[in-house]
């Protein structure tokens, strides 16, 4: 059933088992509670394209796609200080634009848009307009990917790469944590979970999780009766560090190692690098999960007309057989790989 509401005065935990298979669309994202029947499953998730990653090879498969279009915000200061930005300014940038975009009430700011647009109009000034323009097809794209089709947080395909791992009360470093959602929703996912997140970025800590609503459902089992179970933000035990991934000092003590978009902001001298993140912290037979955005036409779209929002930093865009053989070729089996609506999904393990 799809609920449209623009409410968002909602009880700290309003959602619970009654409300299954719902979705509301509210002023700044979609809760999402319905499950997958058999036929969306495989309209939603591709999983398991290679047979054997040992016959794959870069010649067959070609490189990733660079977006070369940067924020306005990365050029201007280039231009300022006349260096090239380095990756911990470029985040910083990053997280605080992303943010504020993400937390619009977007109907609310549509019609200001709108309003906008129309003064700007009224000015025969063309930066004006097209500055007017700009911003109200950017906030149109945005509630298009994030709101109504919630291409970014997507719990439905998470939940579908995430499940079936075979894990009882496991500990999860989630790297570059930004937010922390899908740490949270394998939390929910594997009751008992002890999560630690890592970003250098401490906004990351401070406003983007810390501002993470409260009142978000993440649906997962509860161990006890094996049935459906909606968990909070705050019933998760997470910790969460400001700090550089390479000062970390943890032994191989997780069962998962996580990164949301991470491997495709490293050019290809790097990746061998961020692969070994993922194997130095896990345990033995624990899981390295990985997405990635997806290099397909909507998205390169996307990133072009979201560049001043979204590129302050080096990004590509892959494919999920690009992305696996970074992974194979720094030493891991690829357990499972697949995509979702905007991302790419590997679960791995080193040989
Ligand atoms: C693209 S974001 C991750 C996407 C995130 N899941 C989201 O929804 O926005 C990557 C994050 O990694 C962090 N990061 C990048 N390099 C890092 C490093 N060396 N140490 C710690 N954090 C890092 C950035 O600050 C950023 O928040």
Redesign the pocket.
Known sequence: MLKETVSNERQPKPFNVENMDESYVLPQYRVDLRRLSEKEYNKFIKRNTVSDWSLLSWKDIGRPYEVSKYSKERTDWEKQVNRTMD?HTA?TYF?KS?HEWFVKDVPEEKTRGKREFLKSLQSFKPKEVKHALGDLIKLQLCNYVHRIQDGIWDPRGKRALFEGLHLKKPRILFL?A??G?EAMQLGAMYPGAYIVM????EY?KNTRFAEFPDSYPFLGENPNTGQWKITYKEDLNIEYIVD???NLDFGKEFDIVLS???LE?FPDEYKHEVADWHRRFLKDGGYAILTTPRNQLRSRLYYNVMADVMNHTYRELMTVEQMGLYMYESGFDILRHGYIKVHNGLICRPR
């Open positions: 990756p985040w997280n992303f570059g930004a937010e959602y890592v970003d250098y970025d990351c550089d991934i390479r949301v978009g991470l902001h």
